[in-house]
């Protein structure tokens, strides 16, 4: 194979304006628009310069390819709905809720977010991108025949569906760092061993989608290839740092993907006005750079995260350690506090360290404790087979 000067396969950006512009209205929390503020300050500090890297747009996905995971009921209703047409079956799907309202446009922009995901795999698993993070992507709650949970057209299932059926022995692991618990993902794949689903969240008891105990670990074949990791409200960074060294990376490694895609949401942060864990940008830096040895075929989606500005921060760090380089300032000192959020965190990227304490730390760790000692019990032997 040639290789370029610069001895790296391309890196992905994905990403248009056009994405980021597309508006769920003023009341909803998710706000496409973070994927341009993370654009702006990927460009701020430098991280989208470099000779291998590309900002690609996302085109719209084969609309045959929706049937790999949606019922055909559903993305004809999706299709109505698009226009501004609105039904009482709709609403049975989800379509017109809160959560997934009726919009205009929004089948082509959910197209197209997973023609990003679905292109990125494909370009990944055939040598021709080492790794890519699609910004918009990750709509892990959509379901078979129904929205849920800002998520209209599930864009990891479908891309995963696709390359198991180009190549069935692939070993794929799905790593959602989201706050909210993958469920959609896990669904599509609950029986299959073909994919490794983990996932750390905040506990169902007290976050939607109200699911992902450590107990749902797989079914028939399956079992042992769903790894659930709740984690109490209040968790900080040092109890997000013992489930990663303790249960995520060990089985991950144990499980040796040929291929990973992994949800990096930046709800997890104490700031997020959605979820109540407690880390700071240090704790997602940990879990991003700590999935790299493992695999060396990343696919990054965005996922959720409702704070904007600490998100896009997230997201630019998550960039620049998925490509090995360092985010700088250019600009610092010129433009700096203009741009972006908070006074006393302006010229960084980095939060400082924060970490919580009392009773509810107490009993976040101990829960933490109980659920890794379970997944080592349970789980991890599975893959620690020979
Ligand atoms: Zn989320």
């Not at 719209?60 to 390819?65: G, V």
């Not at 990944?124 to 209209?152: K, M, P, S, W």
């Not at 506990?203 to 699911?211: C, D, I, Q, V």
Request: with cysteine; net charge negative; aromatic share 12%.
């Amino acid at each position: 194979m040639a290789k370029a000067h610069h001895d790296r396969l391309p890196t992905h950006f994905l990403y248009s304006d056009e994405m980021g512009n597309f508006d769920f209205g003023p009341d909803h929390p998710f706000k496409p628009e973070r994927a341009t503020k993370t654009f702006d300050l990927c460009t701020r500090y430098g991280v989208l310069n470099y000779p291998w890297m590309k900002v690609v747009a996302p085109e719209a996905i084969d609309e045959t390819l929706l049937t790999l995971y949606h019922e055909p009921a559903y993305v004809a209703l999706l299709k109505e709905a698009t226009r501004g047409h609105v039904s009482v079956e709709m609403l049975e799907r989800g379509l017109g809720t809160a959560d997934t309202p009726i919009l205009k446009g929004i089948y082509e922009w959910s197209l197209k977010a997973a023609g990003g995901t679905y292109r990125a795999v494909q370009d990944i698993l055939a040598g021709r991108v080492q790794t890519a993070f699609n910004l918009l992507g990750g709509f892990h709650h959509a379901r078979r025949g129904a929205a849920e949970g800002f998520c209209y057209i599930n864009d990891v299932v479908i891309a995963l569906k696709a390359s198991f059926q180009k190549a069935p022995d692939l070993r794929i692991a799905f790593v959602d760092f989201d706050a909210h618990h993958g469920n959609g993902v896990q669904e599509a794949f609950y029986d299959d061993p073909r994919l490794l689903f983990l996932s750390v969240h905040e506990t169902g008891k007290t976050l939607y989608p109200w699911s992902g105990n450590e107990t749902e670990t797989g079914s028939g074949p399956g079992e042992g290839y769903t790894v659930n990791i709740p984690l109490e409200p209040g968790s900080d960074d040092e109890v997000y740092a013992f489930v990663l060294d303790e249960a995520v990376f060990p089985v991950l490694k144990a499980f040796r993907p040929d291929f990973m895609v992994v949800e990096i949401g930046a709800d997890t942060l104490i700031s997020d006005p959605l979820t109540h864990l407690k880390l700071t940008n240090n704790g997602y830096q940990k879990a991003v750079r700590g999935i790299m040895p493992i695999c060396r075929k990343i696919l990054a989606l965005g996922g959720g995260g409702y704070d904007l500005y600490r998100t896009a921060r997230c997201w630019t760090l998550a960039w620049a350690i998925l490509n090995h380089v360092e985010p700088e300032d250019e600009f610092a000192g010129l433009v700096g506090g203009m741009m972006f959020g908070p006074e006393m965190e302006v010229g960084s990227l980095f939060d400082r360290p924060y970490l919580t304490k009392g009773e509810g730390k107490e009993k976040a760790f101990e829960e933490a404790q109980r659920v890794v000692a379970f997944i080592r019990e349970r789980v991890l032997p599975v893959h620690a087979r020979p």
